[in-house]
T-cell receptor, first 113, second 109 residues
Framework: DTAVSQTPKYLVTQMGNDKSIKCEQNLGHDTMYWYKQDSKKFLKIMFSYNNKELIINETVPNRFSPKSPDKAHLNLHINSLELGDSAVYFC????????????FGPGTRLTVT | GQNIDQPTEMTATEGAIVQINCTYQTSGFNGLFWYQQHAGEAPTFLSYNVLDGLEEKGRFSSFLSRSKGYSYLLLKELQMKDSASYLCAVKNQGGKLIFGQGTELSVKP
């Protein structure tokens, strides 16, 4: 299946821990993204990479660090997790440019206790 | 600032037609997108408008007026499976996709 996949689907962890979420796309897209969807269902962009290069970096705490080893993968590492980090994190990809639409992964529901 | 407004909730009857409105103010405009999101699932792409007018895709149509900063999504012959959240999003000058808060549509028998 051609798609955007991410692991894990659910992540429950304690405050202060460090965790990673992995994302892979086999759509041949050039651009990948991380979005955060909060409890009010607002979907907000965090980062965007084009061909492994960071092109969008929203006002996100520097505890969040994306890494793109190649254009098919974009991982998100979060240090010193806080209660407010609880949300659903979606990875997405697009062909890039201003007209491509984003294909979203299934999401990772992060719960920080 | 950048702002996208859409109604929080709507209810409609199976078989009917419903129109979900969206107004926007963004820094630049590179297209308006509609996504559907079922509870607990990922958003899926429905439609894209960059020029004024109506785009039709089966039971779904989307309209854009750039001068008015306005779009709507029209769903015809509603089915129970259309119960979902509908997200309006605008790609701004910098290539960022800015989302509205979504409209939760409930389709009742």
């Amino acid at each position: 299946d051609t798609a955007v996949s991410q692991t894990p689907k659910y992540l429950v962890t304690q405050m202060g821990n460090d965790k990673s979420i992995k994302c892979e796309q086999n759509l041949g897209h050039d651009t990948m993204y991380w979005y955060k969807q909060d409890s009010k269902k607002f979907l907000k962009i965090m980062f965007s990479y084009n061909n492994k290069e960071l092109i969008i970096n929203e006002t996100v705490p520097n505890r969040f660090s994306p890494k793109s080893p190649d254009k098919a993968h974009l991982n998100l590492h979060i240090n010193s997790l806080e209660l407010g980090d609880s949300a659903v994190y979606f990875c997405a990809s697009s062909q890039g440019g201003t007209k491509g639409y984003e294909d979203f992964g299934p999401g990772t529901r992060l719960t920080v206790t | 600032g950048q702002n996208i407004d859409q109604p929080t909730e709507m209810t409609a009857t199976e078989g009917a037609i419903v129109q979900i409105n969206c107004t926007y103010q963004t820094s630049g405009f590179n297209g308006l997108f509609w996504y559907q999101q079922h509870a607990g699932e990922a958003p899926t792409f429905l439609s894209y408008n960059v020029l004024d007018g109506l785009e039709e895709k089966g039971r779904f149509s989307s309209f854009l007026s750039r001068s008015k900063g306005y779009s709507y999504l029209l769903l015809k012959e509603l089915q129970m499976k259309d119960s979902a959240s509908y997200l309006c999003a605008v790609k701004n000058q910098g290539g960022k996709l800015i989302f509205g808060q979504g409209t939760e549509l409930s389709v009742k028998p």
